[in-house]
């Protein structure tokens, strides 16, 4: 008699189990992968470290083993809310570009500039502000100020779309050419270095600091922001109606402007008809 459950008919298919057949080094490389997903451990500090020592081998940072455990620490600690994957990469990067050992706020510079996209520095937010002013023009501020990411809309709400858009034409009136780009680096720098710097902390630093902010700023100078940022929003809410256009509003939730029109009616309000009786 056949034993149908240790003999396969003839007729069937042959299924092969793939994880029978796996080599210790799939099963080690599938490991890693999954690993790199996951944020820094000691295990993985020890294996980019020393591909750093690998990479550096003349630095004097690394000549004694004392030296290479406590960066192997410090790096355990300094990444460990950080994917292994993102410090990987900008290790990577490191070694490819330049001829010193990294430091730690260097790789988390690399590691900020890959995970924000949006961060643009200075030199490339001027070249999308200079193609906005030259595709809309002084009648279509509203647009451009709706293509541009928030930090660099902020700069030029700062100045004034209508104020750019002359200081551009100053050079095509025998003016002092490149007025508008002065003025955009001097607003737009300093907000884009807080946020490169912010954006550089590890997770749990960067709420720390923001716990310590918002205490801070419940009164004094977070306060005359406040009452300067809606006193803003009221004088340009004149000039809005005016024009025809819509007045803006501060959302609630982020204390930036939106316009009214956008704003949704609250959701736990009454039926005026209902007595609140129930059926």
Known sequence: MMNWNRQQHPDQPHHKDPARNLTPADTSRRSWHRSRRDNMTEKNATELVMVIVRAYPNAARFDSIEAIEDTIALWATQFADDPVELVAIATNQHIQTSKWPPSIAEIRELMARASNPDLLPPDQAWLLVSDLIAGHGEFGGEAALADMPEMIRRAVESIGWTTLIEM???????????LDRVAFMDQYKPVYERERQKAQLSPTLRKQIEAIEDRSAAGGAGKSLEIAQAR??????IYRRLSGMQPLAINADTTEPSLLGDRKAPTDQKDPGDKGGNI
């Open 168 to 178: 551009h034409r100053q050079a095509y009136r025998g003016g002092k050419p490149g």
């Open 232 to 237: 803003r929003i009221e004088h340009e809410n």
